[in-house]
């Protein structure tokens, strides 16, 4: 078997003597970051040097979700200025590029970097300015403060490897995740969902290809939050159930359509123009609302208590081209 090793340069500086983190550099852009804030420089098309700064646990929760998700489809914004596009083998950085106002002064800027270089830098930035006892993927509640100088490391909880079950969950050989519903705690937030598994009957010689399992309970012993707990793939048909409470750490820009079903409790989405981030729409989702997000919005939904959401993604390849070209529609009914 050959492995394929990426070598990628990562060019950080040496820990600050006061704060303790690096510094990182990826093309024009500096990322660096103190007690309590994250700081990204650049330099205007003007020649101008430019800043933004981010609270440092937000920024982590966003940067956390960009490397687990593989920039994910379409923009990640980590707030109103700065974030990233996935083009699928490269990946624009951006500050202020797809906020109208900055853009209208011509104050942003966006550079493309290989995928590989990117997440080598973000992957090492995320380990360098997570100190122990903060889990980003985490809800605030369940977590300690990302502030402060430099302690410790919290690298097994952002290198959080995927699980690939190669059967259905709980199937004889599926290799992952059973741990997860029998062993982990239910969430305090999910202490009434019913733990029952399903009857199952199946005829002889078929006891390890029938199988069903209780979605509902699995969910409710999801350690983390914002993130796919779950993930069923038929062809390009991607269904994520996840538990979210709190804030959605990123404001997702779609690129194509995107479903969300409302399965208990509730979220408050913000809807806005993905291009300047000028608000469309407030769309409070209550248990059993379905909602599609077009692709030409962006959103971020907020949790008041931990709720259950299944996201349906069409993950084919060729998705955004065709809408780009006009091929495919970027609403996803007409009536
Ligand atoms: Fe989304």
Redesign the pocket.
Known sequence: MNAVVEFVNVLASKPDAVSGYKSFTLGSFTFCRDEYFAHVSWTTRSGKPMSHTLDAGNFLRALMRDVAWGFF?GWVNFDAVIGTVNRYESVDLYAGSYNGTMKEAEIDLLENFPTAQIRATFEQMLDDWTNEGFDPFAAPQETGSAHGRKRGNNTAKVTRARELAKRCVGLKGDLAMRSDTSGAPINRAFADVPQEAPELHPEPGFENDVHAFNLFAFLSRSQVTWNPSFTSVVKYSFMCPTTEEHILPII?G?DRV?WFFQMCDEIHWDCGDKNTGKPLARVIMKAGDMAA?PAYCR?QGFSPKRSMLL?WENGSPTLAYEIQNGKSPEIPVQF
């Open positions: 489809y997702h779609n995107e997000m959103h996201v």
